[in-house]
């Protein structure tokens, strides 16, 4: 079974410009969440998606946006790019969501950089 | 608020000596606690749940809720066991969002 698969790998941004990741959930997996990874600050929720609608999102300006298909593929748009942004975007998906049992499987990534 | 507080960014220990990587969480009710690790060049994944009470890879780790902690421990560290670790809560609500720590580098020397 295929896992997590995010594209692209790597970014390079400039300050002011948009940019959209994908993430394709291993299949089956019906929710999708994604997470913002900094040297700084860790690993921070930006939000979660199941069955195409937003359930839960995390303390990011408005410039930060998501949303799910109907096949459960995700991805997050992030517009006005800002240095800060610079950060490494992980995908996870899980068959459903606020399930304590439920593994979350990651993807390896999107490493964005903004100059 | 729920917060998890992983105190150490390094912990270096030599292979064989027992390893205890701290973390301490801040929820009103039963947590569901997660121990996740990243391997270099690895994807993050999980390494145990509280919930289980699994053993995975030689490493335990017990919820003491009196003190608010979800510790990881291993009694023989290996060479293999160098990476980050992140303690994880999931946070209340019937939500799939973590709250993970800081995360701490376990380096094990030969």
């Known amino acids: 079974k295929a896992g997590v698969t995010q594209t692209p790998r790597y970014l390079i941004k400039t300050r002011g410009q948009q940019v959209t990741l994908s993430c394709s959930p291993i299949?089956?997996?019906?929710?999708v969440s994604w997470y913002q990874q900094t040297p700084g600050q860790g690993l921070q929720f930006l939000f979660e998606?199941?069955?195409?609608?937003?359930?839960n999102k995390g303390n990011f300006p408005g410039r930060f946006s998501g949303r799910q298909f109907s096949n459960s593929r995700s991805e997050m748009n992030v517009s006005t790019l800002e240095l800060g942004d610079s950060a490494l975007y992980l995908c996870?998906?899980?068959?459903?969501?606020?399930?304590?049992?439920?593994?979350?499987?990651f993807g390896s990534g999107t490493q964005l950089s903004v100059l | 608020a729920q917060r998890v507080t992983q105190p150490e960014k390094l912990l270096s220990v030599f292979k064989g000596a027992p390893v205890e990587l701290k973390c301490n969480y801040s929820?009103?009710?039963?947590?569901?606690l997660f121990w996740y690790v990243q391997y270099s060049r690895q994807r993050l994944q999980l390494l145990l749940r509280?919930?289980s009470r699994e053993s995975i890879k030689g490493f335990t780790a017990d919820l003491n809720k009196g003190e608010t902690s979800f510790h990881l421990k291993k009694p023989f560290a290996q060479e293999e066991d160098s990476a980050m670790y992140y303690c994880?809560?999931?946070?209340?609500?019937?939500?799939?969002?973590?709250?993970f720590g800081q995360g701490t580098t376990l380096q094990v020397k030969p």
């Open positions: 996870a998906s899980s068959l459903t969501p606020g399930q304590g049992y439920e593994k979350l499987f």
């Open positions: 994880a809560l999931l946070s209340s609500g019937n939500t799939g969002k973590l709250i």
């Open positions: 998606y199941f069955s195409e609608t937003q359930r």
């Open positions: 299949s089956g997996h019906r929710s």
């Open positions: 509280h919930i």
């Open positions: 929820y009103s009710g039963s947590p569901e």
